[in-house]
């Protein structure tokens, strides 16, 4: 996937270890229909990831604190769909990925009823958060066709979208 940067007319090129892609595609599917939702990173360069990180606590199912946000994005959102990190264990990968002394390149998640392309929900939850910036891309593999997932990469930045 490649994209000529509108800023510095370079082009940028997302390259992902094959073992790696089909690691995060494969444990993916092993999951669906459940959503599946981790982090990405790598060592030096944010375009070479080397490692993915599986969130395993979805509090969406467990809290209905989180129920009005949610469905304030429309009636899809009504049975339990979307997904929130448990803090403690975003913690605990935090602390794995210094000991590792990695980086977030990425944040993935999976679509089971949508194209592999960001929603208004995926938009505004990303570019409120701290990984808005500049060297974190966002991963959405999309089960719509589950013998052949779509995966598509993109910038995410004061809520504009750019595919790489």
């Known amino acids: 996937m490649t994209i000529i940067s509108k ?3 370079k082009p940028e090129i997302l390259y992902f270890p094959k073992n790696l892609f089909f690691e995060l595609v494969d444990t993916c599917r092993q999951r669906y229909p459940q959503y599946v939702r981790g982090l990405i990173t790598s060592k030096d360069d944010p375009m070479i990831p080397n ?3 599986f969130f395993e606590d979805n509090l969406r199912l467990k809290d209905d604190s ?3 946000f949610f469905e304030s994005f429309g009636p899809y959102y009504k049975k339990h769909k979307g997904f929130v ?3 403690m264990e975003l913690i605990t990968i ?3 990925i210094e000991r590792n002394k990695e980086s977030i390149c990425g944040v993935f998640h ?8 960001p929603t208004k929900l995926d ?5 409120k958060t701290v990984l808005d910036i500049e060297n974190v891309w966002y991963l959405i593999i999309s089960f719509l066709m589950p013998e052949e997932p779509d995966v598509r990469a993109f910038w995410i ?3 504009l979208i750019r595919e790489i």
């Open 110 to 117: 999976v679509h089971i009823d949508f194209p592999a392309c």
């Open 7 to 9: 800023i510095t007319d």
């Open 157 to 159: 930045r004061n809520k």
């Open 123 to 127: 938009t505004e939850t990303f570019s």
């Open 51 to 53: 490692k993915v990180y």
């Open 85 to 87: 990190t448990n803090p």
């Open 66 to 68: 989180f129920k009005e």
């Open 94 to 96: 935090e602390k794995d």
